[in-house]
């Protein structure tokens, strides 16, 4: 009786040696296979290619963990967008400058047209803002003196004669002719900017006609959605029925908190109204959003307006009833005639 009592004892400290090393060795990188571990390990191990079903629960778990960590059952990718477009503060208005530029023929290249007189910092303008709020990544270059060949037409084949801020283009060709607003990335970032889901110029619902023509106690003729964001947000063209020769066109800015406008009254000829030799009628296809942004002053709309003879850029600044038109005059010049 006593021999098995020592015969026991001696075999419980063996195994405390042994169970001891092991986890020693463990600790210290060295890897120490008990029985009962090796067993373990074969039931984890992959046959004929298949997915390894321990290693696939235990990655269950932690998708469940990190589901179950954030709100309301958003992903992680989305909890991590809203917390970078949460530290994304609107533009600062007072900082902005309008500097417009137009592409080269192989869509490499940029030069100035307009310049607002109070830009020095020509080489910290690092951003092209294209239709629709497209973003790109600029590098300055110099500046190019005009030649006599300028033909004085801002159009990508006059790109080489005329006077400007040259710039080149780090990213996706950009479209030749086209105007550019110019930034700088630290002022405006693509989170500032609405993200458009338009596909095009879309006719106006009758409802919101019927809207439009109550709160501008004027009867709509024909009106258009030129463009649209992910976040409800529209830009109208609504023409109204004339009043003899006297003619009315209006932009409008359609939100979750209503409808702002701004008027265009004109006098036609019946040849020109709004634009030379456009006949008293508006092609809501002329018009395109450079892009729309959110400033610590309301919405900014930048609109090209398009022409028989040119464009015409339009700066309009979301205020508490309606729309105000910036004093930014951009304009460019492309007929042949």
């Not at 009833?321 to 005059?329: K, N």
Request: charged share 20%; glycine share 8%; with cysteine.
């Amino acid at each position: 009786m006593k021999k098995n009592k020592s015969f026991l004892l001696i075999s419980i400290l063996v195994m405390l040696v042994l169970f001891g090393t092991a986890a020693s060795c463990n600790m210290c990188g060295f890897d120490i296979t008990t029985p009962s571990s090796a067993a373990e390990a074969s039931t984890s191990e992959t046959t004929d290619g298949q997915t390894d079903q321990t290693s696939s629960e235990t990655a269950g778990i932690s998708e469940e963990t990190a589901v179950e960590a954030t709100s309301s059952g958003e992903t992680l990718a989305e909890t991590a967008v809203e917390s970078n477009a949460a530290g994304i503060g609107p533009i600062e208005f007072s900082k902005l400058m309008p500097v417009f530029a137009i592409a080269n023929e192989p869509g490499k290249k940029l030069i100035t047209y307009h310049i607002d007189e109070g830009v020095t910092n020509f080489q910290e303008l690092n951003g092209a803002i294209g239709e629709d709020g497209k973003l790109y990544a600029i590098e300055y270059v110099g500046k190019q003196s005009a030649n006599d060949q300028d033909s004085f037409r801002v159009v990508a084949a006059n790109f080489d004669n005329m006077e400007g801020h040259i710039y080149k283009n780090l990213e996706n060709k950009l479209t030749a002719s086209n105007s550019y607003y110019l930034c700088n990335s630290e002022l405006i970032n693509k989170d500032n900017l609405l993200s458009s889901v338009s596909s095009g110029t879309t006719i106006l619902d009758d409802g919101t006609k019927t809207q439009i023509s109550g709160i501008k106690n004027r009867g709509v003729q024909d009106a258009w959605i030129i463009d649209e964001y992910s976040d409800g947000t529209q830009v109208l063209v609504a023409v109204f029925e004339p009043d003899g020769n006297n003619l009315l066109m209006s932009i409008a800015l359609k939100t979750a908190d209503g409808i702002k406008f701004i008027d265009y009254p004109v006098v036609s000829d019946g040849q020109s109204a709004w634009r030379v030799d456009d006949g008293g009628k508006i092609n809501p296809k002329l018009f395109t959003l450079l892009f729309t942004a959110r400033t610590d002053n309301g919405l900014l709309a930048v609109i090209n307006w398009a022409g028989a003879e040119g464009e015409t850029t339009l700066a309009l600044l979301e205020g508490a009833d309606a729309l105000t038109q910036l004093p930014w005059e951009v304009s460019r010049y492309w007929s042949a005639g």
